[in-house]
Structures are given as structure tokens and as C-alpha cells.
């Protein structure tokens, strides 16, 4: 099913599209710092997610 402007030219939830003005080098980044977040939050750095050091 697809959300959107009812148009048929707008992707559900605008995907592939950058919001506010960010550029793809931008999202890629953050996906980076994120998935870095969550591998060290799994192998158990860090007492909490948020104490989690993304220092190297």
C-alpha cells in the first residue's frame, strides 16, 4: 500500500528522498555513527545505550 500525496509520485514516507535539505553524504554518516552505536551497544560497551563511547 502506498502513502503519500494519492498521486502515485511520491514513495511511502518520501523514501530515497533527503529531508531538510540533507545531502546523501550526510545520511550516510549518520547510518555510520549509528550502526557503530549499535554494535558496540551489543557486544556490551557502555552501561546503557546512551553511555555508550564511540571513542576508538
Do not use: F
Not at 502515485?8 to 550502526?35: K, Y
Amino acid at each position: 500500500m502506498r502513502v503519500g500525496r494519492g498521486d502515485g509520485e511520491e514513495p511511502a514516507g518520501g523514501e530515497g528522498q533527503p529531508r531538510h535539505g540533507a545531502t546523501c553524504a550526510d545520511l550516510d554518516a549518520r547510518v555510520v555513527v549509528e550502526r557503530r552505536h549499535a554494535s558496540s551497544w551489543m557486544i556490551g560497551y557502555g552501561e546503557s545505550w546512551d553511555e555508550v563511547p564511540l571513542d576508538t
